[in-house]
């Protein structure tokens, strides 16, 4: 019976430290009372639980103050946590999902060196739409959605300088070699968190893309359907719901807040 009761208490000591360590995730500091009080635990037992998270550094005291912070402990956790996600494998089943529940073709893509690429593709096994038409490895991020959305929530300065030396040449006559109406699109797509692509790239095909965000609010990546014109436009409205249901989840999964405003560098 004492091995059930030692048990069962340590169950409790193990239970009471993540909900102890999950407190931190809405604010930054407690005092003991303030914890105590939001924890309905009593003090005494909770400052012993404190002392062990102290000594194995998942908790932190200021000494001015008596305030509890996270420690370094959890750093090194979410580092570890961060270095293990892949992208790829994060988004993979997430893409298989909205290529069957759409019956199109699904692209995710990076930015890198001026240039889209293309990451991963799912396709649904009954479409009609053959790969050949569309994104190879690469390709110029002002002539594709996933380019669109990509420079959009990036890094201002290095828009510009990518526009400075870019030579926009139109794939299509729907291809906009403007620049000014090009930062004007850039400015719509931050504004309604989606684009749509008519015939930017290849005629008789047009694509809905949305970012993807990490932790810290910066865009990852982007996510794209791709369909012939007339199926894009028959279901627009639910095309971008299920796309942006998508690129919720896979946000989530890179540890974005969605109540976190996202982030572009001035």
């Known amino acids: 019976m004492e091995t059930k009761k030692n048990s069962q208490s340590s169950y409790g000591n193990v239970a009471h430290a993540l909900d102890i360590l999950l407190a931190f995730k809405n604010k930054s500091e407690f005092t003991l009372a303030d914890l105590s009080e939001f924890l309905s635990i009593r003090k005494s037992y909770l400052l012993k639980i404190m002392e062990n998270l102290k000594e194995k550094q998942f908790v932190s005291q200021d000494p001015s ?69 569309h994104l190879s490895l690469t390709s110029p991020p002002y002539s594709t959605s996933l380019g669109k959305v990509l420079l959009a929530f990036s890094d201002k300065s290095k828009v510009e300088r ?54 810290n609010g910066m865009i990852a990546a982007a996510i794209s359907i791709c369909a012939p014109t007339i199926r894009i436009m028959s279901k627009e409205k ?23 405003e996202h982030r572009t560098v001035n």
């Open 162 to 215: 990518y526009l400075s030396t870019a030579e926009l040449e139109p794939y299509t006559a729907h291809t906009n070699v403007d620049l000014d109406m090009f930062r004007l699109e850039l400015a719509q797509i931050r504004t309604k968190g989606y684009y749509l692509s008519y015939e930017t790239f290849e005629t008789g095909i047009s694509c809905i893309a949305a970012p993807v965000f990490s932790k």
């Open 65 to 133: 103050t008596g305030k509890y912070q996270l420690g370094l402990a959890c750093l090194e956790l979410g580092n570890a946590f961060e270095n293990r996600l892949d992208i790829r494998k994060v988004t993979h089943s997430s893409l298989v999902q909205l290529s069957e529940s759409t019956n199109e073709l699904v692209h995710l893509g990076v930015l890198d060196a001026n240039v889209v690429v293309l990451m991963d593709r799912v396709m649904a096994n009954d479409s009609d739409l053959r790969l050949q038409f």
């Open 238 to 260: 639910e095309l971008v719901k299920q796309l942006l249901e998508t690129t919720s989840t896979v946000s989530k999964k890179l540890g974005y807040n969605s109540q976190l």
